[in-house]
């Protein structure tokens, strides 16, 4: 399939997808502290984040989210599994005592969630270890 002159084999280059992932999950990473700490659900998160327990190939940090200063790419990779539920989770379920949501935020929240959502996908499917058209069409 040629499409404007590129040919859609080489479009997904694993370095460069690769580094594409990195990024975005780099971003994500990033983000999330900061969106909420704005609404004050980070400890909430931090505790969610340190009950999650191990599966097959998935092995949680040993440190709380806001320990980690470095992400090796497969640490990146497994962040991408459990980031989106968490981030739900920590909005859904502060901490005693905290004022939680403010009365406006709640469509920024749903926003915030609908990108994760598109974000997280975009993520696990990319890693695939081949891809045909459709598989690149579920990334649009």
Not at 11 to 26: P, S, T, Y
Not at 38 to 55: G, T, V
Not at 95 to 100: D, E, Q, R, S, Y
């Amino acid at each position: 399939m040629r499409a404007l002159g590129v040919q859609l084999p080489l479009i997904v280059h694993g370095d460069i997808l690769h580094n594409i992932l990195l990024g975005i999950l780099k971003h994500l990473i990033t983000w999330v502290e900061q969106f909420l700490g704005k609404h004050q659900c980070l400890e909430a998160f931090d505790r969610i984040w340190e009950s999650i327990l191990p599966y097959p190939e998935y092995q949680p940090p040993q440190k709380r989210y806001r320990q980690i200063t470095m992400w090796s790419s497969t640490e990146m990779r497994e962040v991408n599994w459990v980031i989106l539920a968490c981030f739900m989770a920590a909005l859904r379920d502060p901490i005693p005592n905290t004022p939680g949501l403010a009365a406006g935020a709640h469509a920024d929240v749903r926003s915030a969630i609908c990108c994760m959502l598109y974000l997280t996908n975009f993520c696990l499917i990319a890693q695939y270890c081949s891809h045909t058209p459709q598989t690149i069409g579920y990334m649009d």
